[in-house]
């Protein structure tokens, strides 16, 4: 999700790129989501991309003017969490007169796709820096140990976080966090991930997103801005995505949730080799002869969905719209558009935090743009969640004084309005574990990303965009309670 198109600065450019993530819901999931509707920023300068708008607030033109005032240790519109004080005592596993020690973590070492999620880890490493250069959280530094869960071993990096009695994880997200969950909940381990995928684990105890993405909800505002913009391509769609737990899931909340929007699936959809096809004309072609008008994709977009639009385009398969998640914002994805006749002119994506092409106006995104460049990290859109899911944490932190405890921290997360990290996202309300009745849809454009709704300055809000009240089969064996709260692998109370 790493992103850098024509027409923006050098320093937005990823420093090394790196391949690919894959099968993320986006949240990215669409985990990349949120539940308020009062953001709204103007373009960058010199930008191709249309301003974003819709039914917002002018957050953004404020948040400028708050940022301009504020001191120079905010992080955009957030007075800054982080800075000198006396804080002491060891009240909790990780936390000493001197330090606090978290866990933050991807899947970088997985051998099938090296350096998944590392913008995620990326930037976790230049929070953790900047924090500490301004005198750490009341006085005491911040220690971050990575775990890599290389997808395949997920198990293994939780079981090492356990052991080593971090206080909390912060800003990490794992493919396959389900694998987790029994080891957290034994250990008692709380978190701020910056993406949950397992509906086991969005609704786990002791877990609060900045950008929630719970499963029995689905953000769905591209699929009602399709559905106005293609309304007959829209009833004639089908699902092409990977027999994988992420991205099964992922199908199965949309389709659920896409037929309230007037989408309707024809009875041909695709499933693919989680790891690609030798030959993807065969599903273009089966997609074609089925009549489909428009696709929703669910997967990586290099080089699965590029060799799937390459072959569609080899066999006169030209759906009106492609549909997918926030992971195919890419730099590397608009580049190939570019130089490869436009083949990915009809995908859209949808977004809820705010596109690098409106940093120079967006003062939050400017600064974690500048942090991660200057560490010579990757830029993505998971790293905007993984900052704002230590800006989350690092809040509750400050709030707690000298008393710090995975409870005080994450009733302070909790009880956030209208987060936004500063101004890295569409608002949300972390406690509430609501999805977003907001977003941005954006589309490709030749070798550059474009927003299509809204056509003025913000996200696009609604609140008949949030589909609540899902079943899938993942969301039956997670056991919410009444409270909403997964009771698959057991409970724990913070403390």
């Not at 999620?117 to 230049?126: A, I, L, Q, T, Y």
């Not at 003062?363 to 993984?386: C, F, H, N, R, S």
């Amino acid at each position: 999700m790493s992103v850098n198109h024509q027409g923006l600065p050098a320093r937005v450019h990823s420093p090394a790129a790196g391949p690919r993530r894959a099968w993320l819901v986006g949240s990215v999931a669409l985990a990349l989501v949120a539940a308020a509707c009062s953001a709204s920023h103007t373009p960058a300068s010199g930008t191709t991309t249309t301003a974003p708008a819709g039914t917002a607030t002018t957050a953004a033109a404020a948040a400028a003017t708050t940022t301009s005032a504020a001191p120079t240790a905010s992080f955009g519109t957030l007075a800054s969490p982080c800075g000198p004080g006396s804080a002491s005592g060891a009240t909790a596993n990780g936390v000493t007169d001197t330090s606090i020690t978290i866990g933050y973590g991807d899947d970088a070492g997985y051998a099938a796709a090296p350096g998944l999620d590392k913008e995620m880890s990326d930037s976790m490493k230049v929070m953790i820096a900047w924090c500490n250069s301004l005198g750490g959280i009341n006085g005491r530094k911040v220690v971050g140990n990575y775990y890599d869960g290389k997808v395949l071993q997920v198990t293994q990096a939780m079981t090492q976080a356990c052991d080593d009695k971090v206080f909390m994880l912060v800003g990490q997200g794992w493919v396959l966090d389900a694998g987790q969950e029994k080891l957290r909940i034994d250990c008692k381990l709380a978190s701020i991930p910056a993406f949950a995928v397992a509906t086991a684990f969005a609704h786990g105890s002791g877990v609060i997103e900045p950008i929630p993405g719970p499963g029995d909800q689905v953000p769905a505002s591209a699929a009602f801005e399709l559905a106005k913009l293609f309304p007959d391509a829209v009833k004639k769609a089908a699902f092409v995505f990977a027999e994988f737990p992420a991205t099964r899931e992922t199908r199965d909340k949309y389709a659920a949730a896409f037929p309230q929007a007037g989408w309707s699936f024809l009875p041909c959809e695709q499933i693919y080799n989680v790891a690609g096809e030798s030959d993807w004309k065969p599903f273009a072609s089966n997609l074609k002869a089925c009549g489909v008008q428009a696709v929703v994709w669910v997967g990586s977009p290099n080089p699965n969905l590029e060799n799937f639009l390459a072959a569609s385009k080899q066999v006169g398969f030209a759906p009106q719209a492609w549909l997918t998640d926030s992971n195919q914002y890419e730099a590397e994805f608009a580049t190939w558009n570019g130089q490869n006749a436009s083949a990915g002119d009809n995908v859209y994506v949808r977004l809820a935090g705010v596109p690098f092409e409106l940093a120079s106006q967006v003062p939050a995104v400017q600064k974690y743009v500048d942090l991660v460049t200057k560490g010579g990290g990757t830029i993505g859109l998971l790293g905007e969640q993984a900052a704002s899911a230590f800006l989350l944490w690092a809040t509750g932190v400050q709030s707690c004084g000298s008393t710090v405890t995975a409870k005080c921290v994450l009733d302070s997360a909790g009880a956030q309005k209208g987060w936004t990290g500063g101004g890295l996202h569409t608002p949300t309300d972390p406690g509430s574990n609501n999805a977003p009745s907001c977003g941005l849809l954006m589309k490709l454009q030749g070798a550059k990303f474009v927003t299509v709704v809204p056509t003025t300055a913000g996200f696009d809000c609604n609140d008949s965009y949030l589909i609540k009240g899902l079943t899938t089969t993942a969301l039956t064996a997670a056991k919410l309670n009444a409270d909403r709260i997964a009771t698959e692998y057991g409970t724990f109370t913070p403390s």
